[in-house]
């Protein structure tokens, strides 16, 4: 069965600074990998994804993703955090059974530090 | 161009009773996602509906339901609720199965 772990509950950047969420993933098959962000008491924000192609991604609000495909990792990444970055972050991958769902992790709260 | 939408936005019921939560999708998606997200989880999957047809389901109870429209909007219904049923609904839309999911603001509900 497709899983998706994230190993920190939060993760604590200044501002300015580099950041990165951790992401790994199980998957039979190849993996269509999701990141999402939830402001506080918001839906669900798409950021990018992973379906094929370059190990890179790059996506919205200038996040991008490292696919690693021998660590089984998907790692969010962005070169200079923002206060505005603070929120809760998930991973998600694509279940390949015979419906579409998504499986997330549990998330990740990010707090940049000003 | 709107996103998807839910409604209501908050909903406090009692227990045993039944709720109808509702969404539209992005203009142009024929699929659409129910999830709930308890408070400090990620989203769990509930239905997906695509082209008015039930095409997955998560490990919920026979409460839950859903059904899709020919505008492909969507309702979702539980019966006889629970207290353990509070929580955020989100409803997603998403133009090309399998890949990324469009999300709504949710649906908060609780059940006292």
């Known amino acids: 069965a497709q899983s998706v772990a994230q190993p920190e509950d939060q993760v604590n950047v200044a501002e300015g600074n580099p950041l990165t969420v951790k992401c790994t993933y199980s998957v039979s098959g190849n993996p269509y990998l999701f990141w999402y962000v939830q402001y506080p008491n918001r839906g669900l924000q798409f950021l990018l994804k992973?379906?094929?192609?370059?190990?890179l991604v790059k996506g919205s609000y200038g996040f991008e993703a490292e696919f690693n495909k021998s660590q089984t990792s998907f790692h969010l990444k962005k070169p200079s955090a923002l206060v505005s970055d603070s929120a809760l972050y998930f991973c998600?991958?694509?279940?390949?059974?015979?419906?579409?769902?998504?499986?997330f992790g549990k998330g990740t709260r990010l707090h940049i530090l000003p | 161009d709107a996103g998807v939408t839910q409604s209501p936005t908050h909903l406090i019921k009692t227990r045993g009773q039944h709720v109808t939560l509702r969404c539209s999708p992005i203009?142009?998606?024929?699929?659409v996602s129910w999830y709930q997200q308890v408070l400090g989880q990620g989203p769990q999957f509930i239905f997906q509906?695509?082209?008015?047809?039930?095409?997955g389901r998560g490990n919920f109870p026979d409460r839950f339901s859903a059904r899709q429209f020919p505008n492909y909007s969507s309702e979702l219904n539980v019966n006889a609720l629970l207290l353990g049923d509070s929580a955020l609904y989100l409803c997603?839309?998403?133009?090309?199965?399998?890949?990324?999911?469009?999300f709504g603001p949710g649906t908060r509900l609780t059940v006292t």
């Open positions: 998600a991958v694509r279940d390949h059974g015979g419906d579409d769902k998504i499986i």
């Open positions: 997603a839309s998403n133009l090309v199965l399998g890949y990324e999911q469009y």
């Open positions: 992973y379906i094929t192609g370059d190990n």
């Open positions: 509906y695509y082209e008015k047809e039930e095409r």
């Open positions: 203009s142009g998606h024929k699929s």
